[in-house]
């Protein structure tokens, strides 16, 4: 059997650290919290009793946030705090932002089908969610994480999947 190249040697390494769906599930979490605080003060400066204007600028700011996030070297706050990372499928580098802005537009459409998109990840290999298969990316970890982080990522998780 011939050795991998670097190329294939780095994909296969970046295939056996797929973040869990615990951590992803809880990196979603973090991130929308922080996309309803920042609705309610969009809601507050744009001053309108308009329900349209405040839901479409509101969906326009999380896929900006998702978006800006995604790109480069950055992370949504729920990432960073997790430990993850959004890459491209094929290249296994940093998304583009159309890429992070299509990957915004996924988490829209699972919002508005009750995170059913979401479920893909329990099913599929690769850990793929609607987000994922629309732009084309994978979730994987960007760090080792300690025995107490896995047991609390493992309780919120599962916490947080049951509650639902």
């Known amino acids: 059997m011939e050795p991998l190249t670097q190329e294939e040697q780095t994909q296969k ?3 056996e650290n797929l973040a869990s769906v615990f951590e992803r599930a809880i990196a979603f979490v973090i991130d929308f919290m922080l996309w309803a605080v920042v609705s309610s003060l969009i809601f507050k400066a744009i001053n309108t009793s308009n329900t349209t204007v405040y839901l479409f600028c509101s969906i326009f700011a999380f896929v900006l946030y998702v978006a800006i996030f995604s790109t480069d070297n950055l992370k949504t706050l729920g990432k960073f705090l997790l430990g993850i990372k959004v890459i491209d499928r094929k ?3 940093n ?3 159309a890429k992070a802005c299509i990957r915004g537009v996924g988490y829209i459409i699972n919002f508005f089908t009750a995170f059913i998109g979401f479920a893909f990840v ?3 290999k690769k850990r793929l969610a609607l987000e994922d ?3 084309g990316t994978e979730v994987i970890c960007t760090r080792q994480k300690t025995g ?3 047991t609390l990522i493992s309780l919120f998780g599962t916490l ?5």
């Open 13 to 15: 390494n970046v295939s």
């Open 91 to 93: 290249t296994k580098q």
């Open 95 to 97: 998304l583009t932002f």
């Open 122 to 124: 329990i099913f599929s």
């Open 133 to 135: 298969l629309l732009a």
């Open 148 to 150: 107490a982080e896995m």
């Open 160 to 164: 947080l999947i049951i509650g639902g």
